[in-house]
Protein backbone atom coordinates (compact mmCIF):
# COMPACT_ATOMS: atom_id res chain seq x y z
CA UNK A 1 0.00 0.00 0.00
CA UNK A 2 1.31 3.55 -0.77
CA UNK A 3 0.80 6.83 1.74
CA UNK A 4 -0.64 10.03 0.51
CA UNK A 5 2.85 11.56 0.32
CA UNK A 6 4.48 8.49 -1.73
CA UNK A 7 5.42 6.46 0.90
CA UNK A 8 5.66 2.49 1.12
CA UNK A 9 3.41 1.66 4.20
CA UNK A 10 3.14 -1.75 5.82
CA UNK A 11 2.05 -4.65 3.60
CA UNK A 12 -2.06 -5.42 4.29
CA UNK A 13 -1.45 -8.98 5.28
CA UNK A 14 1.42 -8.42 7.87
CA UNK A 15 -1.14 -7.24 10.28
CA UNK A 16 -4.90 -7.39 11.48
CA UNK A 17 -4.86 -4.78 14.10
CA UNK A 18 -7.14 -1.96 14.00
CA UNK A 19 -5.97 0.46 11.66
CA UNK A 20 -7.32 4.26 11.44
CA UNK A 21 -7.45 6.51 8.09
CA UNK A 22 -9.07 6.58 4.95
CA UNK A 23 -8.07 4.34 1.84
CA UNK A 24 -9.10 4.99 -0.91
CA UNK A 25 -8.64 1.30 -3.48
CA UNK A 26 -8.39 1.19 -7.29
CA UNK A 27 -11.31 -1.49 -7.94
CA UNK A 28 -11.23 -3.23 -11.18
CA UNK A 29 -14.43 -5.34 -10.39
CA UNK A 30 -11.53 -8.43 -10.54
CA UNK A 31 -10.65 -10.94 -7.47
CA UNK A 32 -7.35 -8.55 -6.29
CA UNK A 33 -8.67 -5.38 -5.60
CA UNK A 34 -11.94 -6.80 -4.19
CA UNK A 35 -9.68 -8.68 -1.83
CA UNK A 36 -7.62 -5.56 -0.90
CA UNK A 37 -11.00 -3.87 -0.12
CA UNK A 38 -11.70 -6.38 2.13
CA UNK A 39 -8.46 -6.97 3.52
CA UNK A 40 -8.46 -3.13 4.16
CA UNK A 41 -12.04 -3.38 5.94
CA UNK A 42 -10.79 -6.26 8.11
CA UNK A 43 -8.15 -4.00 9.64
CA UNK A 44 -10.53 -0.97 10.64
CA UNK A 45 -9.91 1.44 7.74
CA UNK A 46 -12.66 3.65 6.64
CA UNK A 47 -12.39 2.27 2.25
CA UNK A 48 -13.92 4.04 -0.76
CA UNK A 49 -13.55 2.06 -3.97
CA UNK A 50 -12.56 4.39 -7.24
CA UNK A 51 -13.44 2.42 -11.21
CA UNK A 52 -10.90 4.40 -13.63
CA UNK A 53 -12.11 4.21 -17.17
CA UNK A 54 -9.05 4.63 -18.93
CA UNK A 55 -10.40 4.35 -22.73
CA UNK A 56 -13.30 6.07 -24.55
CA UNK A 57 -14.28 3.23 -26.27
CA UNK A 58 -15.24 -0.73 -25.82
CA UNK A 59 -13.54 -2.06 -29.43
CA UNK A 60 -14.30 -5.92 -29.23
CA UNK A 61 -16.20 -8.66 -27.54
CA UNK A 62 -13.60 -11.12 -26.68
CA UNK A 63 -12.64 -9.66 -23.11
CA UNK A 64 -14.96 -8.23 -20.45
CA UNK A 65 -15.75 -4.83 -21.64
CA UNK A 66 -15.61 -0.96 -19.08
CA UNK A 67 -19.33 -1.63 -18.94
CA UNK A 68 -19.37 -4.92 -16.73
CA UNK A 69 -15.90 -4.22 -15.34
CA UNK A 70 -17.87 -1.44 -13.59
CA UNK A 71 -20.85 -3.60 -12.74
CA UNK A 72 -18.60 -6.47 -10.90
CA UNK A 73 -16.82 -3.19 -9.17
CA UNK A 74 -20.37 -1.89 -8.06
CA UNK A 75 -21.49 -5.13 -7.07
CA UNK A 76 -18.69 -5.74 -4.61
CA UNK A 77 -18.60 -2.54 -3.16
CA UNK A 78 -22.34 -3.02 -2.34
CA UNK A 79 -21.23 -6.37 -1.18
CA UNK A 80 -18.70 -4.75 1.23
CA UNK A 81 -21.04 -2.00 1.89
CA UNK A 82 -18.87 0.65 0.81
CA UNK A 83 -18.80 3.50 -1.60
CA UNK A 84 -17.89 3.37 -5.06
CA UNK A 85 -16.91 6.36 -7.14
CA UNK A 86 -15.69 6.22 -10.98
CA UNK A 87 -13.90 8.66 -12.90
CA UNK A 88 -12.91 8.85 -16.97
CA UNK A 89 -9.22 9.19 -17.51
CA UNK A 90 -9.04 8.03 -20.73
CA UNK A 91 -8.04 11.80 -21.89
CA UNK A 92 -5.51 11.35 -19.54
CA UNK A 93 -4.23 7.98 -20.74
CA UNK A 94 -4.56 9.20 -24.19
CA UNK A 95 -1.87 12.26 -24.03
CA UNK A 96 0.35 10.57 -21.66
CA UNK A 97 0.45 7.26 -22.66
CA UNK A 98 -0.90 6.04 -25.56
CA UNK A 99 0.41 8.66 -28.00
CA UNK A 100 4.45 7.52 -26.35
CA UNK A 101 3.77 4.37 -27.27
CA UNK A 102 2.30 5.06 -30.78
CA UNK A 103 5.23 7.19 -31.40
CA UNK A 104 8.08 4.26 -29.76
CA UNK A 105 6.01 1.45 -32.09
CA UNK A 106 6.39 4.00 -35.31
CA UNK A 107 10.19 4.58 -34.60
CA UNK A 108 10.36 0.10 -34.66
CA UNK A 109 10.45 -0.37 -30.69
CA UNK A 110 7.80 -2.21 -28.58
CA UNK A 111 7.05 0.03 -25.51
CA UNK A 112 5.12 -1.79 -22.53
CA UNK A 113 2.20 0.57 -22.41
CA UNK A 114 1.87 -0.22 -19.03
CA UNK A 115 4.78 1.23 -17.40
CA UNK A 116 3.50 4.60 -18.02
CA UNK A 117 -0.12 4.01 -17.51
CA UNK A 118 1.58 2.38 -13.50
CA UNK A 119 3.51 6.04 -13.85
CA UNK A 120 1.39 8.47 -15.35
CA UNK A 121 -2.31 6.89 -14.70
CA UNK A 122 -2.35 4.52 -11.64
CA UNK A 123 -0.38 6.06 -9.05
CA UNK A 124 -0.34 9.69 -10.89
CA UNK A 125 -3.89 10.76 -11.82
CA UNK A 126 -5.68 8.03 -9.60
CA UNK A 127 -3.25 9.26 -6.54
CA UNK A 128 -4.14 13.09 -6.79
CA UNK A 129 -7.84 11.75 -7.81
CA UNK A 130 -7.91 10.25 -4.66
CA UNK A 131 -6.67 13.01 -2.25
CA UNK A 132 -9.17 15.24 -3.69
CA UNK A 133 -11.49 12.67 -2.17
CA UNK A 134 -10.05 12.85 0.98
CA UNK A 135 -7.74 9.91 0.99
CA UNK A 136 -4.79 9.60 3.49
CA UNK A 137 -3.70 6.36 1.60
CA UNK A 138 -4.37 4.25 -1.60
CA UNK A 139 -4.20 0.35 -2.38
CA UNK A 140 -4.90 -1.62 -5.39
CA UNK A 141 -4.69 -4.97 -6.01
CA UNK A 142 -2.63 -4.64 -8.99
CA UNK A 143 0.90 -5.81 -7.67
CA UNK A 144 -0.40 -8.90 -5.51
CA UNK A 145 1.77 -11.62 -3.90
CA UNK A 146 0.57 -14.56 -3.25
CA UNK A 147 1.50 -16.96 -0.74
CA UNK A 148 1.32 -19.45 2.12
CA UNK A 149 2.08 -18.03 5.72
CA UNK A 150 1.50 -19.65 8.86
CA UNK A 151 -0.38 -22.59 6.39
CA UNK A 152 -3.04 -20.72 5.11
CA UNK A 153 -3.01 -18.99 1.95
Not at 28 to 50: C, I, K, P, R
Request: net charge negative.
Amino acid sequence: MTSTDGTATQDASDTYTAATGKVIVGMSGGVDSSVSALLLLQQGYEVEGLFMKNWDEDDGTEYCTAKEDLADAEAVCAKLGIKLHTANFAAEYWDNVFEHFLAEYKAGRTPNPDILCNREIKFKVFLEYAEMLGADKIATGHYVRQGIRDGHP
